[in-house]
């Protein structure tokens, strides 16, 4: 710690780090900024079109605040915020906390339409749809809250449908809240087309991009989470809500000298990863489909999704819930969809980022529980049970009748990250 300038004990400045530090003892100037360094990272990772300036950055400690603040800063109580299902469950709750906002689910379906290409596929008609249902049930509909790559499915955005994504929140009016946390745990040659790389955007001013250190670094701990926005209101009352989240200035610091080194990052850090997260996605998948579970194709992210249904008792949330427990006695912390509100039972996501004796581990207990005499596969045709719980009847109140409530006794003990 003798290595470290006194001043980076005080409190931080709120945005992130931007000063100017005299070192007597060096006689020399260190130049230490943590949201420069951070807005020429982005600028060259995300292939943005201009360079980022950093005075439209913030620094907090982790896209969870970031979700926080924003949600209070963009709406009012009870307003609602668009958001396509499955999708990464801790959300809701950090939307919740400061703004006290609702989710709009844009439902997803697995099976394919004659107007799609893949599972589980986001269109602008989606949005449409979800946001008019929304309208009618008398929710104010104030942002739209897209995550790329996306979690829990893996799957990345097109370029051209990010477009059309940003063009309907534009014609509406929404906000845009693009989280691209694991922009750089892609593992495959697919194209990932980043918010900020984009020539121009319909609504630059309502256009907010998120991204932190937390996964593609594998730096859960350190607790650094970046927003960056045009907006100049919105980040300034933004910033009014930071201080309650700022960064430590010795982990700005570290950060800032980690990010500088660019040749261990590109001819090390980066190849190195991406090798190891296609080589465990790949054994993770192929392992899987030899006991009979199909996931579908992905291309970012550290997890897979998986098909389980044909092992659910009955095509009901209930059934997901019990397999879900028996895989927890078997020490097999598994996600299920219902944890990220997944309109079909009996999808659950696994994580491969890890050891590869660990994988193996994962797929020697999940043969033993699911073959055994109680979890073997139920005769049923999943997907046609799926039909119906893809497109469910609304209740009286307007909402699907055979949709993941927020159930807190069932899913309280669920840990997804």
Sequence with gaps: M??????????????????????TSLTLILCFSFRE????????????????????????????????????VLCDPGDGYLIPAPHYGGINSKMWLYGGLQPVHVPLSSEVTNEESHPFQLTAEKLEAALQRAEKQGIRVRVLVLINPNNPLGDIYPAQLLKECLEFAHRHELHVI??????????????????????????????????????????????????????????????????????????????TQ???????????????????????????????????????????????????????????????????????????LISPGKAFYCYEPGWFR??????????????????????????????NNASSTADSSCSPEEDSSGTPSNTPRDDASQIKNILVF
């Design 258 to 332: 980690f990010l500088k080194d660019r040749d261990w990052l590109d001819n090390v850090f980066f190849p190195t990863n991406k090798k190891r997260l296609k080589e465990a996605q790949n054994l993770l998948v192929d392992r899987l489909a030899d006991i009979g579970i199909p996931v579908l194709k992905s291309s970012g992210g550290l997890y897979v999704w998986a098909d389980f249904r044909k092992f659910l008792k009955s095509q009901t949330f209930e059934a997901e819930l019990e397999l879900w427990q028996k895989l927890l006695d078997k020490k097999l």
């Design 350 to 379: 696994l994580v491969f980022s890890d050891s590869v004796d660990k994988i193996y581990l994962c797929i020697e207990r999940l043969q033993q529980m699911l073959h055994t005499d109680d979890a073997k596969p139920v005769v």
């Design 37 to 72: 360094e951070i807005a020429k990272f982005l600028t060259d990772y995300a292939r943005a079109t201009k360079e980022l300036r950093p005075e439209h950055i913030t620094v907090m400690n982790g896209c969870c605040a970031v979700f926080a603040t924003l949600s209070t």
């Design 2 to 23: 003798d290595c470290l300038e006194p001043d980076l004990f005080q409190y931080p400045d709120t945005q992130g780090v931007r000063r100017n530090l005299q070192l």
């Design 178 to 255: 693009m989280d691209e946390i694991y922009m750089l745990s892609v593992y495959d040659d697919t194209t990932f087309t980043s918010v900020l790389s984009l020539d121009s955007l319909p609504d630059p001013e309502r256009t907010h991009f998120m991204w932190g250190f937390s996964k593609d670094f594998g730096m859960s701990g350190i607790r650094v989470g970046v927003l960056y926005t045009r907006n100049h209101e919105v980040q300034k009352a933004v910033n009014q809500l930071a201080v309650f989240h700022s960064c430590p200035g010795p982990v700005q610091h570290v950060l």
